[in-house]
């Protein structure tokens, strides 16, 4: 697998219309490394990836199908995570993707 650059790295971290940030740094930090910690505390593995993930996951709910197809891919991170449900992996990709960007 190939490097990436400085730039090309830029180019991934650069948030779109849908990935916006909407939350402080520090707060999206502080909710991924409670889980982490909590897993190195208890002699688990800890990764920050899916520490960023289970925290989505506890947060966002999927939606039934009547909501699914009144918002599926019709919303931005902060829409989704307001209205505290998801219509399908698209939407947590969105939010997964948002807030990674923001860990850096």
């Known amino acids: 697998m190939q490097k990436l650059s400085i730039k090309d790295k830029e180019q991934y971290l650069k948030s779109g219309n849908l990935t916006t940030p909407f939350l402080e740094n520090n707060y999206v930090k502080e909710m991924v490394m409670r889980d982490y910690n909590h897993k190195l ?35 931005t991170a902060q829409e989704i995570w307001e209205s505290g449900f998801a219509t399908g992996c698209t939407d947590y990709a969105i939010l997964f993707s948002t807030f990674a960007r923001q860990l850096g």
Do not use: M, P
């Open 41 to 75: 505390e208890n002699g688990k593995q800890a990764n920050k990836v899916e520490s960023l993930f289970n925290w989505i996951a506890f947060v966002i709910k999927l939606g039934d199908e009547k909501f699914k197809q009144k918002y599926k891919f019709k919303r």
